[in-house]
């Protein structure tokens, strides 16, 4: 089991930055793959970036060259770094884990973190 708390959405300026932390209760390092989903209102959630146990990772194309996924692996703690921001960003981020777990993967959410992009 993998319980993830998110911190650090917010509003912010078109333009600006912000950095998102998904903190897990679990050592990442066994964790297969992690990432970050986002749902706007009206929209569906969509994968935004992820990062797998062997630093492996990928972006949804309207994020790419704005957003960094990162991890920490000594403090359990995977970060997005969101830059050049938009108002198309604004949605409520969630942080994911994917397991394997007695032969068997296993998904796990956060509770999300709201993220405002606007002037």
């Known amino acids: 089991q993998v319980q993830l708390v998110e911190s650090g959405g917010g509003l912010v300026q078109p333009g600006g930055s912000l950095r998102l932390s998904c903190s897990a209760s679990?050592?990442?390092?066994?964790?297969?793959?992690m990432g970050w989903y986002r749902q706007a209102p009206g929209k569906e959630r969509e994968l935004v970036a992820r990062i797998t146990r062997v630093g492996s990772t990928n972006y949804a194309d309207s994020v790419k060259g704005r957003f960094t996924i990162s991890r920490d692996n000594a403090k359990n703690t995977v970060y997005l770094q969101m830059n050049s921001l938009q108002p198309e960003d604004t949605a409520v981020y969630y942080c994911?884990?994917?397991?394997?777990?007695?032969?068997?993967?296993?998904?796990?959410w956060g509770q999300g973190t709201q993220v405002t992009v606007s002037s």
């Open positions: 679990r050592r990442i390092f066994s964790i297969n793959a």
């Open positions: 994911h884990a994917r397991k394997m777990e007695r032969g068997r993967w296993n998904d796990y």
